[in-house]
C-alpha cells in the first residue's frame, strides 16, 4: 500500500539515524556539502525521539542499519565493500553485515526445514546444528546427510521475512515519487523503475526454488573455469524457504589475515576476482549479483569460491557487447567511440552532440589513467559521472543497474587485499578478449553461421509458400500479395544457401 502512510516510516528512518547519531557519520562518509548535512540535521532533529533505539552496544551506523531492517541491512552490506567512498573505519564496522547478524532459534529452523520439505530432520540428516551464519534475509546450518554422510549447507529464510522486506520497499516505492514530483531533475534517473528493479531481485531472493535455479545455472556455466567453483545443488532437499547445496570449505575473503597466512598473492588473487567477475558478465550474460566478502571464500586447492545466488544478474548479448565496447574504448582512451557507442545504444538522447559529449567522458577518464588506484577518490568520481549523465539527459538504464553496482562491489573486495589495485588495467585482457571474440571477424562468421541456420529452417516450407504466392498472383481480382515477389525469392535462396552451410558445417 504505497500511501502517505510510509511518511511515517521515511520520518522514523531519518530519526533513527540522527537518535543513533549515525547521521552525522553516514553524511560526513559521503562528503555531503555542508549546507546538506546542517539541513539534514534541523529537518530530522525535532523527530529524533520517534527513532528505534537500536543496539546502544553497537557502532552508531550499524545501530541504525539493524535495527530498521533487511532492506536497510543490504545497503550496508554494499558500502562494508566500498573503503574509499565511506572510509576504512566504516567499512570494516559494516563488514559485520555479511554474515554475523544475530540468529533465529535452531527449533525455528528445523520447523520450517520440516514444514517445507515435509520430512523429519533426523530422517534425512544425522546432525543439524546451530547456524554458522546468519544475513539479513537467511541463516545458514553446516549438517550432515544420514544416508551418505555428506556434509551440506542448508539455508533457512528468516520466519516473516518476506512481511518486513515488502514493507520498507513499500516506503522505497513512495519515497521515490515522492522524488519524481517534487524533485523534476530526478525523473532522468527513474526513481520508481530503480525501486521496482530491486523490489523484483528481492521477491527473487525470497523464493529459495528461484535461488537453486540460479546456482545451478551458474554451476553448468562455470564448471570448467579454472580457479573458480560453485557448490552443487541438491534439490531433493531444497523448497521455497530452504535450499540445501554441497558443503565448501575456506576462509572467508573478509579474513583478509587469514588468506594472506596461506601463502597467496594478494596482487594476483585481488585481480583474479576482477577478472572473474567480468568474465562471467560477459561472456554468460549472467552473472553473481553479490560478490561481497560475506559470499567469497578461498578454498584449499586456491580457488574462489562463490555461493548464495539469491541476487543473480543477466544482461543480453546486444547490451555486453555495448558495455564491452564502452569499457575497451575507455582502456584505449578512444573518448569518441565510447560516445559514439553510448548514442548507437540509445543511452543518450539523439538530438545532444556526440562531440561534446566525447569531451565530457574525457574530463572523467584522463584523472583516473597514470594514477595509483589509492589516490582515486570513488566518491568524486561518481560525483563527476552523476553531473556528466544529467548533463546530457542520460536515463538511468535499469537492466545494467546490478551490473554497475556489482562492479563496484566486487572492485571493492579486490581492493582489500590490493589497495593499488587498477580496475582498468585489470580489465583489459578480458574485455579485450570479449571484443576479439565477439566483434572480430570470428565473431562475425558466427553470427552469419547463426543466421543461415535460422534461414534454412524455412526450407521445407518454400514449396508451399511458392504455390501459394503463384496461385494469389493467377487469381485476377486478388489483392496484391503483401510480400514482394524479390522478399520470399530471398528468403528461398537464403534458406538454401544456409542449409548448405550447415551441412557443410557438419
Known sequence: MRGPHNIWRLIRTGATFERSGAMKIALEAFDAPTS???????????????????????????????????????????????????????????????????????????????????????????????????????????????????????????????????????????????????????????????????QGIVEAELDLRMEASAGDEFFANTIDDKGFTVPKVLWQYSARRVMTTEWMDGIPLGDVPALLATGIDPVEFSQHIMQVFLRHALRDGFFHGDMHQGNLKLNKNGDLVAFDFGIMGRIDT???????????????????????????????????????????????????????ASDISMARLLSHLFEVTERFGMETRTELILLQRTMVVVEGVARTLDPDMNMWQVSHPVVEGYI????????????????????????PHLPQMAEKLLLQAKEPDCVPAKTPWFSWQSMALGGVLGAVIVVLLR
Open 318 to 372: 546486444h547490451t555486453r557487447r555495448a558495455y564491452a565496447e564502452i569499457l575497451f574504448g575507455f582502456l584505449k582512451k578512444d573518448y569518441m567511440r565510447v560516445a559514439e557507442v553510448h548514442f548507437e545504444a540509445g543511452y543518450v538522447p539523439a538530438d545532444q552532440d556526440v562531440n561534446d559529449f566525447a569531451q565530457a567522458l574525457r574530463s572523467v577518464g584522463e584523472p583516473i589513467f597514470g594514477q595509483d
Open 36 to 198: 546538506i548535512r546542517v539541513a539534514a540535521r534541523v529537518i530530522v532533529w525535532p523527530f529524533r525521539w520517534l527513532g528505534l533505539k537500536g543496539d546502544p552496544d553497537q557502532p552508531p551506523i550499524l545501530r541504525a542499519l539493524t535495527a530498521l531492517g533487511p532492506a536497510y541491512i543490504k545497503f550496508g552490506q554494499l558500502m562494508s565493500t566500498r573503503p574509499d567512498v565511506v572510509g576504512d573505519k566504516l567499512a570494516d564496522e559494516l563488514k559485520i553485515l555479511q554474515d554475523s547478524l544475530p540468529a533465529f532459534s535452531r527449533d525455528l529452523a528445523i520447523a520450517e526445514v520440516e514444514k517445507e520439505l515435509e520430512i523429519k530432520v533426523e530422517d534425512i540428516f544425522s546432525d543439524f546444528p546451530e547456524p554458522i551464519a546468519a544475513a539479513s534475509l537467511a541463516q545458514v546450518h553446516k549438517a550432515t546427510l544420514r544416508e551418505t554422510g555428506q556434509v551440506v549447507a542448508v539455508k533457512v529464510l528468516r520466519p516473516g521475512i518476506e512481511k518486513a522486506f515488502m514493507r520498507d520497499v513499500d516506503a522505497f516505492h513512495f519515497a521515490a515519487r515522492v522524488a519524481e514530483v517534487f524533485a523534476p531533475f530526478s525523473r532522468r534517473l527513474k526513481p520508481t523503475a530503480v525501486i521496482e528493479h530491486f
Open 436 to 459: 576479439r571474440d565477439t566483434l572480430g571477424p570470428k565473431a562475425m562468421l558466427n553470427d552469419l553461421i547463426k543466421t543461415a541456420r535460422v534461414l534454412s529452417r524455412f526450407g
